[in-house]
């Protein structure tokens, strides 16, 4: 552990500087709204974000700067100088921890916030509220940084929880529509399932290993018998049960529901949150906690099979959407299938380094699709776009950069990050299998949509076609910031950075020769049977729609995911609650025992009432009775 | 010879009370309630104890009965009405029961000792006077007085037609 | 006195007393019955005390049976005071006529 006192102050600073962002506008939000000041007060979020990138920066810089120790392993464990929760042999401070996985992941949410702080600017200058949208923005990014920052488990879920909350803030951000509000609500709840998963988690892996503390953790892990597969040990269960709650945070089945419908919220949103951080902290919290998944062979094989499957549903559902950000959604569930599917296979730093090449391209392609929509005045339907590269240049090129990043071409980042991926999972034949066929998805129906959006002729109709203009400057600069990222994010050794953390032996690189190539022909092939579907040959598709038609149909309907639930919800729980629990509990039981009471107090009653007969005489033999009793009783006893 | 007294007046007593408890006519009940406390009065005698006879006969039988005569009279009551029902008799059941356990259990107690009467006993009217108008029972004395004045007062109130 | 010896027969005989004024309470419906009954067992009473008084050779006993003969004078007053309101108002000396507590 580093001793040195700007990294035990520097960390708070990141965190608070966001916060106070926040505190500033949700106090001062109705004197902005009056003096017409909002964008001083969009420009004021982004520079508590932006500062704290800087500051952020400065404390990688320091943490690299100063000599580790004899471990390659570098932290830092600032601490508040209080407990937030302290009861016998439990002990919950409030307390940091600083190392190179948390600066990656400081970096990437302070970075990319910033430059989507800086679009919102744009995006959001004609709307009545901008100024509690900010206000929730900077309070995510605290909440967000409290999550990658926190030193213990509890300190992480706070972080974890308030993640949650802003989203569903964010989401029905325009709550008076119906649709936005409800979508936020089922992101919420959808998350809370998941999040039962967290706290038992959390408590098996206290009674695991009797620490919450994340270094403690990472330390003791390695002393822990190794669990077969099948065997039900405490690290098993604990690291299932948290897994549980990494698939509602990070949209995995079967909790990825809500990630599609949160759509409805503004595009900058989606960007910040569903594709660069949020989404990632389930992510975060497995690699972190990888030298406990390590032990248990059950809970590393469910993270790779239900990432892998992911991946590939999600893939498949991406090829049948209409809508420009519901194909960038299915396709950031099935991105982060891949991350959790490295993690799986115990390649943790790769899945962090998908997380980090990830939002850059995923950020730009969401806010480039934002600025698509922009320029169309709202229009979201692929079905009403096409011919746009030659009216909106910008916005086109750097929306290339990203769908040829995520497709995998190299030398751009989701080449290195995506071909890691693969590499680990060699050893595993159907996982691998499964891994290359979604890579050919996702550069189909990522080609698909640049296609569908940017070339061919328009078809939005003449009125639209007279307002299409390209995006200010403000949204721009960002793009381009980031389809440079995306381009040369790859370079970053990114695994090697953060393996001493993860307590990963560097195990020599055993380099496959043929892999990087049939990865990036498998990306290419993609592109261009989409090419040939959706450009060269029109009449193809309608051709090969009917074979297709039962695939498709599974694929339009989402597998049923929302039908299962919803019916289950309406019929379980609804109706259970309202035929049995209600009315045989509440009203029969509850009531009843208590109405009963009342009932047996009167009937008891009106059996004693008889007694008084309001005879003095019988009275009298009362008294007398009473009096031999008495006597009876001195008497014998 | 002293015992043959008390017996005889013992058995008048008893049959005199029963008289009390038997009789339809309320007017015959008082009489025989007189001769029971006339019987008792000559029990005290035998028993030692002339100011209580004395007092006995002249509050009592004299006073008291009278004034449940007076009261008799003034109401007009002749005989009871007569209402057989099931409840009396089961009350009268119930009631023996009870006053013969009563009666057991005093009995028992009562009886039990076997002390011979004190040989020097003086209950004159002076030795009577001596005591209620000592310290210990003066005060109470006083206080029965004052009893007496209230129960009058009240019996007054009461007995009005119109206060 | 010389030796009593039938005190003990004397509280027999109190005790017999009482127990047939206790009868005559609760079975008599007229209520001046019922009152004469009540003194019929003050009666017994204390005739018990003076038997015992006789007994012990105290005079406590008596001066008890004389205040019990004041207080039975003050209640039979009172109590044929309000014999004498009731009948006014019910025109009836009949005990169970009188059962406005019923219930």
Redesign the interface.
Known sequence: MIDDPLLKVLPFAVLLMPLAGFVVLALFGDWIRRDKEETGAGILACVTVLVSFGLAAWTTVRLYGLVAGPSRLRFSQPYLGFEWMEAGGFRVPFSLLVDPLSCVMMLVVTGVGALIHVYSLGYMAHDEERVPYFSYLNLFTFFMLLLVLGGNLPLMFVGWEGVGLCSYLLIGFWYRKQSASAAGLKAFVVNRVGDVGLILGMAFMFHALGTLDLVDIADNAGSLAPEALGELGPATIACLLLFLGATGKSAQIPLHVWLPDAMEGPTPVSALIHAATMVTAGVYMVARLGPLYHVSETAMTTVAVVGAATALMAATIALVQTDIKRVLAYSTVSQLGYMFLACGVGAFGVGIFHLYTHAFFKALLFLGSGSVIHALSGEQDLRRMGGLWRRIPWTFGTFVVGALAIAGIPPLAGFFSKDEILLAAIGRPVLFGLGLFTALLTSFYMARLVFLAFFGSFRGGREAEHHVHESPWVMLFPLVLLAIGSAVAGFVRIPRVVAPVLRLEEHGVHHVAWLPVVATLTAVAGILVAYYLYQAVPGLRARLAPALRPALRLFEAKYHWDDVYDGFVRRVVVGGSEKVLWTRFDAGLIDGAVNGIGALTAALARTLRPVQTGLVRHYALLVLAGAVALLGWVFWS | M??AL??FF?AV??VA??V??SQRN?IY??FA?VV??CS?AA??G????P??AA??VI??AG??MV??LF??M??N?RR??D?PGGR?RI??G???A??T???L???????G?R???????D?STT??AK??FSPV?LY?FEA?AI??L???V??????K?EL | MDHASFVNHAVLLSLILFSIGTLGVFLRRNAITVLMCVELMLNGVNLAFVAFSRQWGTLDGQVLVFFVMVVAAAEASVGLAIIIALHRHKDTLDLDAFDLMKG
């Open positions: 002293d015992a008390f017996y013992a007593a008893v009370a029963v009390v408890v309320p009940s008082a309630l029971t406390l008792l029990i005290f035998l028993l030692g104890s100011f209580i007092v006995q509050v009592y006073a008291i004034l449940f009261v008799l003034l109401l009551v009871e009405v209402r009396d009350l009268a119930v009631g023996l009870l006053v356990l009563l009666v259990q005093a009995g028992t107690v009562l009886l000792s002390r011979a009467p004190a040989a020097d006993f209950a030795e009577m005591i209620l029972f109470a029965t009893l007496i209230a129960a009058l009240g019996a007054v109130v009461l007995a037609k």
